[in-house]
């Protein structure tokens, strides 16, 4: 069964960058499309960036132009990179399959706490 691992959230000031990792266990996930959802406190989850098999990306309207998402197949790994942070990018931050079902695997996910 596939695990996913997410890391490198941590507090940071407004402005500030922080890089995510999802590493992946046991199934590939190399020919799924893969994604990062948040949720806030008292907020829907919400798909915040994807990325397809081939590397094609899609990122929501809220973080166009401030996140990055990339992946390394050989190393079953996705990243977010995230930079000028806001607070309102305050979430748990977790990996999965887009859509989710497919791999259908929630981890424990990542804290990312953006305030001054």
């Known amino acids: 069964q596939v695990q996913l691992v997410e890391s490198g959230g941590g507090l940071v000031q407004p402005g500030g960058s922080l890089r995510l990792s999802c590493a992946g266990s046991?199934?590939?996930?190399?020919?799924?499309?893969m994604g990062w959802y948040r949720q806030a406190p008292r907020k829907q989850r919400e798909l915040v960036a994807q990325?397809?098999?081939?590397?094609?990306?899609n990122y929501a309207d809220s973080v166009k132009g401030r996140f990055a998402i990339s992946r390394d197949s050989a190393k079953n790994t996705v990243y977010l990179q995230m930079n000028s942070l806001k607070p309102e990018d305050t979430a748990v931050y977790y990996c999965n399959s887009v859509p989710s079902l497919l791999l259908n695997y929630w981890g424990q996910g990542t804290q990312v706490t953006v305030s001054s």
């Open positions: 046991g199934r590939s996930f190399s020919m799924y499309a």
């Open positions: 990325i397809t098999s081939r590397g094609s990306t």
